[in-house]
């Protein structure tokens, strides 16, 4: 049985590590973040001509035809770079309609989105992902999810100023097919784990050079323990986040449980991680020059996308009992 990425999968990594290295540096994440959100539409443009944001869209309706495990490879990259644009909200929304919608709104909806002329919002009414000005909305309530049209929707100003956040009212809903609310928060898991795994690259690299009292800060067994505790939830993160994407394609049975550890894992680990990348630099770590603080930004607000942890704890705790009791 394997465990890992094929070596598609990891190519794929391996170049969105790379592009976003060159197009996403911290000086355009803060570019954009103090324009407002303003995203690069160079970058966007890059992306789609690239055909990421149809990689879990099906070939007929002008996807690649892959799935959520390569889906969640390039979201862990996007939120390795923190970059601001769009690819979340239209890139996830696009596979929940793929793989939950009916055939009408897929023939609807899907080209644009994929052909990245329209963009898509994802959240819940009250947080919704670059919602304004998208042609869809896909919102959740609870574990449902549904396609939105026609809906108010107003700028909301949030602690992440990489994204654009809005609020939602009103509208047409049509309710996507169990299952597009896990697959959605399966993807928003797989962007905690660059986030969280960036703060923690970030951090190793400050602690080996940071001195104090002649020697490097990270060989105080304090400052070990706290780098250890970050590697445990992001290497939990990942795990989970990544069992949830197979699932979604490979198992869908199995799609709710991975799902809910998936959630919760990235819920905790996401503010977690970063909070402790602020402490382990230090004073630096709570000035606004230290780029780390956009990742703990953007990690507050996947947590607040994801429902948070104690939510999907219960919710694994329901769905492991029934299991368990129908077993029996």
């Excluded at 107003?154 to 509208?171: C, H, K, N, Q």
């Amino acid at each position: 049985m394997r465990f890992g990425l094929t070596e598609d999968q990891q190519e794929i990594k391996r170049v969105a590590r790379e592009l976003l290295a060159a197009r996403s540096s911290w000086e355009r994440v803060r570019a954009a973040a103090e324009a407002g959100a303003e995203y690069d539409p160079a970058l966007w443009d890059e992306l789609v001509s690239l055909g990421w944001p149809g990689i879990a869209v099906a070939e007929e309706h002008g996807g690649q035809g892959l799935g959520m495990v390569e889906l969640a490879a390039l979201l862990e990259e996007l939120g390795y770079a923190c970059a601001a644009t769009p690819f979340l909200s239209s890139a996830v929304a696009a596979a929940a309609i793929q793989a939950y919608g009916d055939e009408g709104a897929r023939q609807r909806l899907l080209p644009s989105l994929v052909a990245g002329e329209s963009t898509a919002g994802l959240g819940t009414r009250e947080l919704c992902a670059d919602g304004v000005g998208a042609s869809v909305l896909v919102l959740l309530d609870g574990d449902e999810a549904a396609l939105v049209t026609g809906a108010s929707v107003e700028p909301l100003e949030a602690i992440d100023p990489t994204r654009r956040y809005a609020s939602v009212s009103g509208g047409d809903a049509e309710p996507l097919a169990a299952g597009a609310a896990d697959l959605v928060r399966t993807a928003i898991a797989a962007e905690v784990v660059g986030v969280a795994q960036r703060a923690l690259d970030m951090t190793l690299a400050y602690v080996k050079e940071r001195r104090q009292f002649g020697v490097p800060v990270g060989s105080f067994q304090a400052v070990q323990n706290r780098c250890a505790q970050m590697l445990l939830d992001t290497e939990s993160a990942r795990s989970t986040a990544l069992y949830a994407a197979w699932a979604a394609g490979a198992a869908p049975e199995r799609l709710p449980e991975a799902a809910a550890l998936a959630a919760a894992a990235a819920a905790g680990a996401g503010p977690s991680v970063t909070a402790s990348a602020i402490q382990a630099h230090g004073g630096i770590g709570f000035t606004w020059e230290a780029d780390v603080h956009w990742l703990y930004k953007r990690a507050q607000l996947d947590a607040a996308l994801l429902g948070g942890a104690r939510r999907h704890r219960a919710r694994l705790t329901a769905l492991a009992a029934k299991r368990l009791a129908t077993a029996g």
